[in-house]
């Protein structure tokens, strides 16, 4: 079981940064790969980015690479995601997330989600 809480979503000016993290519980976090969505008002959960377990290997979704980076700390057991280069159409609910199996970008592959922080970018 892992339990996952993010933090860090706020307002922001288009162009300037934030940083996400999650935190999780339970010993086996270092064991998933971890991933973060994003859901905005209106549409459906999209896929972010993704870091492997030991973190050497990390994708990310078209309209982020560049500007977003996901890390990660076993020892913390927490995820972070920083972003830069804010524009408004990243504003969202952004979702850490625990991935199982198959592919990473379906919301389906992944076993444990937070409650999600908001991210707002204006203009």
């Known amino acids: 079981q892992v339990q996952l809480v993010e933090s860090g979503g706020g307002l922001v000016q288009a162009g300037g940064s934030l940083r996400l993290s999650c935190a999780a519980s339970?010993?086996?976090?270092?064991?998933?790969?971890m991933g973060w969505f994003r859901q905005a008002p209106g549409k459906e959960r999209e896929f972010v980015a993704l870091?492997?377990?030991?973190?050497?290997?990390?994708y990310y979704a078209d309209s982020v690479k560049g500007r977003f980076t996901i890390s990660r700390d076993n020892a913390k057991n927490t995820v972070y995601l920083q972003m830069n280069s804010l524009k408004p159409e990243d504003t969202a609910d952004y979702y850490c997330?625990?991935?199982?199996?198959?592919?990473?970008?379906?919301?389906?592959?992944?076993?444990?989600w937070g409650q999600g922080t908001q991210v707002t970018v204006s203009s």
């Open positions: 997330a625990a991935h199982r199996a198959g592919d990473y970008a379906r919301a389906s592959s992944y076993d444990y």
């Open positions: 870091i492997s377990w030991a973190g050497g290997s990390t």
């Open positions: 339970g010993r086996t976090f270092s064991s998933y790969a």
